[in-house]
């Protein structure tokens, strides 16, 4: 049971993050309005762009192994 809400809970930490991360960035692609950006800072540099994706890849990481850990011990219940 200890595994389940461990697992779990990593994973659902895992895809809010990658969740979270890519309405920042499909909001600032509508709207031009940087996550997080002061309000001197008109573009982004490349770095932050490049974090938001890394912080997307590594949630979605996150999420994908819970699930497959989950799978595997066959807690999932699919």
Known sequence: MWTFLLVGTA???GAALA?????AILRYRRTGAFPGADG??????RGQVVGLWVRVAVGGAVFVWAVASLQSRGLLGL
Request: glycine letters at 22%; a negative charge.
């Open 11 to 13: 994973g659902a930490i």
């Open 19 to 23: 969740l979270g991360t890519m309405a």
């Open 40 to 45: 001197g800072q008109v573009e982004p540099t």
